[in-house]
């Protein structure tokens, strides 16, 4: 089975700007959740989404955004970039049952100018 | 609230020695599960093991064991006899057994692992 996906792998954007990161789940996972983690921050919870709606959401602000598509991928979205948005994004995918183990994609590396 | 403790920012060890990362947890909830994952320099982070709250047998994998305490709220993790590969970041994590709590997992700070050859 092929890993979790995520595109692109790094990215450069300046303040202000907005970028849309990709995700591709494990086939046959329905559930996708979206991380960021920083060197101050460390790794922090997102969202999660399930079917296309969003289950959970971590504490950040409305800036960031989500969707899933019917296929299970899903893209997250952040706006106005600030300098603080620098980070390694990680998706994670998993089966629809609680408990279930997070299998996470390589990344996406944003760094905002 | 859940949190996670890894008091160990970073520790060096020289090849073939025992080493023990340590990770603490606080959480209300009755049903929880733990769980580390290691990060490579690649920044992939890869999923080692889980465990349910109600499991407190101590599991081993190869070089890899740990150690499950609900009564001190520990779940550590040793690598025996360590090799170059495993230098790399290790992180312990909880989520919750809820449905709106299960798919977010709660970071520790992660310990650096340094395997010296």
């Known amino acids: 089975k092929a890993g979790v996906t995520q595109t692109p792998r790094y990215l450069i954007k300046t303040r202000g700007q907005q970028v849309t990161l990709s995700c591709s789940p494990i086939?046959?996972?329905?559930?996708v959740s979206w991380y960021q983690q920083t060197p101050g921050q460390g790794l922090q919870f997102l969202f999660e989404y399930f079917s296309e709606t969003q289950r959970n959401k971590g504490n950040f602000p409305g800036r960031f955004s989500g969707r899933q598509f019917s296929n299970s991928r899903s893209e997250m979205n952040v706006s106005t970039l600030e300098l603080g948005d620098s980070a390694l994004y990680l998706c994670?995918?998993?089966?629809?049952?609680?408990?279930?183990?997070?299998?996470f994609g390589p990344g996406t590396r944003l760094t905002v100018l | 609230a859940q949190k996670v403790t890894q008091a160990q920012t970073e520790i060096s060890v020289v090849e073939k020695e025992d080493v023990t990362l340590d990770c603490v947890y606080e959480?209300?909830?009755?049903?929880?599960?733990l769980f580390w994952y290691k990060q490579p320099p690649s920044g992939e982070l890869v999923f080692l093991i889980r465990r349910n709250s109600f499991d407190e047998q101590n599991e081993i994998s190869g070089r890899y064991s740990w150690n499950f305490q609900k009564s001190t709220s520990s779940f550590n993790f040793t690598i025996t006899a360590s090799q170059v590969v495993d230098s790399a970041v290790y992180f312990c994590?909880?989520?919750?057994?809820?449905?709106?709590?299960?798919?977010?997992?709660?970071f520790g700070s992660g310990t650096r692992l340094l395997v010296r050859p």
């Open positions: 086939s046959g996972h329905r559930s």
């Open positions: 959480t209300r909830d009755t049903t929880y599960y």
């Open positions: 994670a995918s998993s089966p629809p049952t609680t408990g279930s183990i997070l299998f």
């Open positions: 994590a909880l989520s919750g057994a809820r449905m709106d709590s299960s798919y977010k997992l709660i």
